[in-house]
């Protein structure tokens, strides 16, 4: 077996880090959704060797992750206080930076060497898609970054951003599910429960918020 076809088979997705050793090419991940599987070729096989063999190196821990969600509630929150924010960073509302950071949090669980046993088994990843508002929170981020969305549990969402005459920002989370009943929900109240979510599962395992 050469060495590219070894490293095709060991690939990991490059979004969330889940195994694809069993997932053929074009096949969305079973994790979250991520449809853009790397293909290694013969001019490739040196380079992701050599990297390979350095070894990736995951800087930030898990509390990091958490402390962004903490950061982009807050800017969420205080968009609905207004005045609304004129100019943002980047192409995404408050709202779907909110989700974005929420649905980073698994991946910090997971590759933080620090994360107990515990958390590791089911998993972030299982418990976020129990959870309807962290999975929603998933969903929204997913299409943000990939534009299109497939079948089974991947669901397009959307924010929809609404000014009030006072300056002050709401925003709707829009999706669909696959029935094609729509749905419609506050982005700050999937906000709230998603941390909420997420607290439940920390003090479930023991995780200090407040360590590193």
């Known amino acids: 077996m050469s060495n590219a076809d070894e490293l095709g088979q060991a690939g990991s997705c490059t979004s969330c880090g889940a195994g694809l050793s069993n997932v053929p090419p074009g096949v969305p991940c079973p994790e ?3 449809a ?3 293909e290694i070729t013969l001019t490739d096989t040196v380079t992701v ?3 390979a063999t350095r070894g990736i190196k995951w800087e930030q821990t898990w509390q990091s992750k958490w402390r962004s ?3 982009a509630f807050n800017d969420l929150e205080a968009e609905y206080v207004g005045p609304a924010s004129e100019q943002r960073a980047d192409s995404a509302s408050p ?4 989700c974005c950071a929420c649905s980073e949090v698994r991946d910090g669980i997971k590759r933080d060497p620090a994360t107990p046993a515990s958390a590791r088994n089911p998993g972030p990843f ?6 309807d508002d962290i999975k929603l929170c998933v969903d ?4 943000h970054k990939h534009v299109n969305r497939w079948g089974g549990s991947y669901r397009r969402a959307v924010v929809v951003d609404w000014l009030d005459d006072q300056g002050a920002a709401s925003f709707t ?7 094609g009943t729509p749905h419609t929900k506050d982005a700050r109240d999937v906000a709230k429960a998603a941390v909420t979510a997420w607290i439940k599962f920390f003090d479930d395992h023991g995780m200090d918020v407040d360590a590193a």
């Open 32 to 34: 979250c959704g991520e």
């Open 36 to 38: 853009r599987h790397h």
């Open 49 to 51: 060797t050599e990297r």
């Open 69 to 71: 969600v903490l950061k």
């Open 95 to 98: 709202a779907t930076r909110f």
């Open 126 to 131: 299982v418990y976020a898609k129990q959870d």
């Open 140 to 143: 929204v981020c997913n299409t």
């Open 173 to 179: 989370i829009e999706w669909t599910e696959d029935d």
